[in-house]
T-cell receptor, first 113, second 113 residues
């Protein structure tokens, strides 16, 4: 079946460095992708999204890159801070199944002081 | 304050004892959804609702029921809980569907003995 996965389950970075979290998706019909952040004991929180007619989108300290050729999505966090420690999920949906959303299994980001 | 609330936050129950987890949102959102989160599996969609009296199955609907009699409420019902339904459950809502930003509740940790 269709799946959304992550290359690395855990990622440890030095405070102040940039973080890159990767995600692979398999449904070529997916055209809308979202990154969520989940802090310990809380529900997921929207970070940034991107539609398939774009290959890059920037927010505040975050950038999402989309490579449709290899079905790959990445989240870049600039100047990682302790507050960025969380589990990050990518998610996908398609226009044809606009009510359903598929989440990846998540990457835990930890920050070294 | 715009929010999604869930009750209870924690529940320990026994096999076969019917239970309901409530979900309520105060944002006048049309779309509501239930997810379960298990280690290594990420978030999986159980049921979703596009509007009042409109509900549909997600990826893992077996053993669950939902209802949407009012726009703000979307309860999750386990008629006969089993241990494999032990999980962390999240309710979410968005304006129209999965292609809009979803706002998640704080989660309900359910243990079925």
């Amino acid at each position: 079946g269709e799946s959304v996965g992550l290359h690395l389950p855990t990622l440890s970075v030095q405070e102040g460095d940039n973080s890159i979290i990767n995600c692979a998706y398999s449904n070529s019909a997916s055209d809308y992708f979202i990154w969520y952040k989940q802090e310990s004991g809380k529900g997921p929180q929207f970070i940034i999204d991107i539609r398939s007619n774009m290959d890059k989108r920037q927010g505040q300290r975050v950038t999402v890159l989309l490579n449709k050729t290899v079905k790959h999505l990445s989240l870049q966090i600039a100047a990682t801070q302790p507050g960025d420690s969380a589990v990050y999920f990518c998610a996908e949906t398609s226009y044809s199944s606009a009510s359903k959303i598929i989440f990846g299994s998540g990457t835990r980001l930890s920050i070294r002081p | 304050e715009a929010q999604v609330t869930q009750n209870p936050r924690y529940l320990i129950t026994v096999t076969g004892k019917k239970l309901t987890v409530t979900c309520s949102q105060n944002m006048n959102h049309e779309y509501m959804s239930w997810y379960r989160q298990d280690p290594g599996l990420g978030l999986r969609q159980i049921y979703y609702s596009m509007n009042v009296e409109v509900t549909d199955k997600g990826d893992v609907p077996e053993g669950y029921k939902v209802s949407r009699k009012e726009k703000r409420n979307f309860p999750l019902i386990l008629e006969s809980p089993s241990p494999n339904q032990t999980s962390l459950y999240f309710c979410a809502s968005s304006v129209k569907g999965s292609r809009d930003t979803q706002y998640f509740g704080p989660g309900t940790r359910l243990t079925v003995l």
